[in-house]
T-cell receptor
Framework: DTAVSQTPKYLVTQMGNDKSIKCEQNLGHDTMYWYKQDSKKFLKIMFS???????INETVPNRFSPKSPDKAHLNLHINSLELGDSAVYFC????????????FGDGTRLSIL | KQEVTQIPAALSVPEGENLVLNCSFT??????LQWFRQDPGKGLTSLLL?????REQTSGRLNASLDKSSGRSTLYIAASQPGDSATYLC?????????????FGTGTQLKVEL
């Protein structure tokens, strides 16, 4: 029943590790996004994919690599995790074109030790 | 570059009061503006979406207005309740980048007290 689902919900790991976050949507949307919410609660877009193609990359370090195997899935892999990567990562989806709302997942809370 | 600002940053009101949250944006080339609610430790819940051609949208006790030319939106909450306590975020969907980019405001943390 969940529209946009992310796993895991919580992720605690050590600096230097590599981790992945998965996102799936069952709304039939053609566009998916990753946002980062920092410790000050400010939300900022990281990536956007439309029909499996990268269309937005907001100067994110190349340790972050999104992958979209199909238009219903957008995963985020992070290499060599750093303390500053601690944040909440939100996945979202929508139809392209601008008129439709974006629907958000519940977030993945990443803590780097 | 689009910048979105929300005032006030925090607000505490007694139950039953009507209140207004403000959102301003610097680039009026937008497709729409969306208001969200975020509860502590939770995701974002979409409250209202106003298209650039619209002036306002209403849902229950919530009313959002949009003045695109002046770069402003307000969220009006009538007869506030403790359950309205949350952080409210506005976000604009800009025309650049294929209309797929949401730029978020800094949020207003609302507390409604008994």
């Amino acid at each position: 029943d969940t529209a946009v689902s992310q796993t895991p919900k919580y992720l605690v790991t050590q600096m230097g590790n590599d981790k992945s976050i998965k996102c799936e949507q069952n709304l039939g949307h053609d566009t998916m996004y990753w946002y980062k919410q920092d410790s000050k609660k400010f939300l900022k877009i990281m990536f956007s994919y439309n029909n499996k193609e990268l269309i937005i990359n907001e100067t994110v370090p190349n340790r972050f690599s999104p992958k979209s195997p199909d238009k219903a899935h957008l995963n985020l892999h992070i290499n060599s995790l750093e303390l500053g990567d601690s944040a909440v990562y939100f996945c979202a989806s929508s139809f392209s074109g601008g008129a439709e709302p974006q629907h958000f997942g519940d977030g993945t809370r990443l803590s780097i030790l | 570059k689009q910048e979105v600002t929300q005032i006030p940053a925090a607000l505490s009101v007694p139950e039953g009061e009507n209140l207004v949250l403000n959102c301003s944006f610097t680039d009026s080339a937008i497709y729409n503006l969306q208001w969200f609610r975020q509860d502590p430790g939770k995701g974002l819940t979409s409250l209202l979406l106003i298209q650039s051609s619209q002036r306002e949208q209403t849902s229950g006790r919530l009313n959002a207005s949009l003045d695109k030319s002046s770069g402003r939106s307000t969220l009006y909450i009538a007869a506030s309740q403790p359950g309205d306590s949350a952080t409210y975020l506005c976000a604009v969907r800009g025309v650049t980048g294929g209309g797929n980019k949401l730029t978020f405001g800094t949020g207003t943390q609302l507390k409604v007290e008994l």
